[in-house]
């Protein structure tokens, strides 16, 4: 069965810096679009970041020029790399990625488990 799980989020200070992993594990036999999203409670999760398996990559106006989404293929993993945080990127971030179990399999959307991120001095 296909699990994403997150990592690396917790408490830092306002201007620090953050990175979010998320493995794919379960049966992969191949990974269409992952990126990060996230909510904060009482407001609609929202997109934060997108890696497309061309390469491409697309971002939230909100983490334009501080947010950087990378995947390592090989490891079927995708980072967040936050830097100049802002007590507004409080939330808990959520991976999610299109998975394919077979060759001739349709993909799957799938959601990892969520991991905290609080900005706060």
């Known amino acids: 069965q296909v699990r994403l799980v997150e990592s690396g989020g917790g408490l830092v200070q306002p201007g620090g810096s953050l990175r979010l992993s998320c493995a794919a594990s379960g049966g992969i036999y191949s990974i269409g679009a992952m990126g990060w999203y996230r909510q904060v409670p009482g407001k609609q999760r929202e997109l934060v970041a997108i890696?497309?398996?061309?390469?491409?990559?697309y971002y939230g106006d909100s983490v334009k020029g501080r947010f950087t989404i990378s995947r390592d293929t090989d490891k079927n993993t995708v980072y967040l790399e936050m830097n100049s945080l802002r007590p507004e990127d409080t939330a808990v971030y959520y991976c999610n990625g299109d998975v394919k179990s077979g060759r001739w399999t349709t993909a799957f959307n799938y959601w990892g488990q969520g991991t905290q991120v609080t900005v706060s001095s």
């Open positions: 890696s497309f398996s061309d390469g491409s990559t």
